[in-house]
Antibody, heavy 122, light 110 residues
Framework: EVQLVQSGAEVKKPGESLRISCKGSGYTFSSFWIAWVRQMPGKGLEWMGI????????RYNPSFQGQVTISADKSIRTAYLQWSSLKASDTAIYYC???????????????WGQGTTVTVSS | QTVVTQEPSFSVSPGGTVTLTCGLTSGSVSTSYYPSWYQQTPGQAPRTLIY???TRSSGVPDRFSGSIVGNKAALTITGAQADDESDYYCVLYMGSGIYVFGTGTKVTVL
């Protein structure tokens, strides 16, 4: 079974750093792009960026460029989303997701992680 | 800035048919945008219904279908059921690995 399993909920203070993870199983992890999607409380889905674990080619939504870092370690089948200095406005649920086709970023997202809730509060 | 538009809300009767659309504030949606559709109920992760315009994701019943209608992508729900009451999002591929989500449509079944 193809699965994306995300790390658990986090509660952080403003200014702290954080890295959340998304581990793939049931498929050749390095051959599929992985995207990150944000959902702020009561709001819609926002596409943040996408990475190709094979060579770490990464593309960002301009709105998130410089605010977060997307990375991947294909040896442990895991993608990451990290912040160096969190703000209260980063409070959201973050999902990872995978497009349907090998080596292509096109086609939408077919498989989703369960989501990681990040709460940033002083 | 590209904005992907969806109807804010729709109401459908049980057993009825509803077509949700996904458009662009500037230009037409075609298959080159690889439109895809997601269903989300409160507290749950999104569930993929349709990708690449009209391909149903694994396990999705055939009463959900995707198409291009005029200058927009469309999701049609045929024979609506109570548990179809959800938020529905589309996403368009803009090229170079970039996607933009639509604003979402809240569907009520009553």
């Amino acid at each position: 079974e193809v699965q994306l399993v995300q790390s658990g909920a986090e509660v952080k203070k403003p200014g702290e750093s954080l890295r959340i993870s998304c581990k793939g199983s049931g498929y050749t992890f390095s051959s599929f792009w992985i995207a990150w999607v944000r959902q702020m409380p009561g709001k819609g889905l926002e596409w943040m960026g996408i990475i190709y674990p094979y060579d770490s080619d990464t593309r960002y939504n301009p709105s998130f460029q410089g605010q977060v870092t997307i990375s991947a370690d294909k040896s442990i089948r895991t993608a990451y989303l990290q912040w160096s200095s969190l703000k209260a406005s980063d409070t959201a649920i973050y999902y990872c997701a995978r497009p349907p086709n090998t080596s292509s970023a096109r086609g939408g997202m077919d498989v989703w992680g369960q989501g990681t809730t990040v709460t940033v509060s002083s | 800035q590209t904005v992907v538009t969806q109807e804010p809300s729709f109401s459908v009767s049980p057993g009825g048919t509803v077509t949700l659309t996904c458009g662009l504030t500037s230009g037409s949606v075609s298959t080159s945008y690889y439109p895809s559709w997601y269903q989300q109920t409160p507290g749950q992760a999104p569930r993929t219904l349709i990708y690449s315009t009209n391909t149903r994701s694994s396990g999705v019943p055939d009463r959900f279908s995707g198409s291009i209608v005029g200058n927009k992508a469309a999701l049609t729900i045929t024979g609506a059921q109570a548990d179809d009451e959800s938020d529905y999002y589309c996403v368009l591929y803009m090229g170079s690995g970039i996607y933009v989500f639509g604003t979402g449509t809240k569907v009520t079944v009553l």
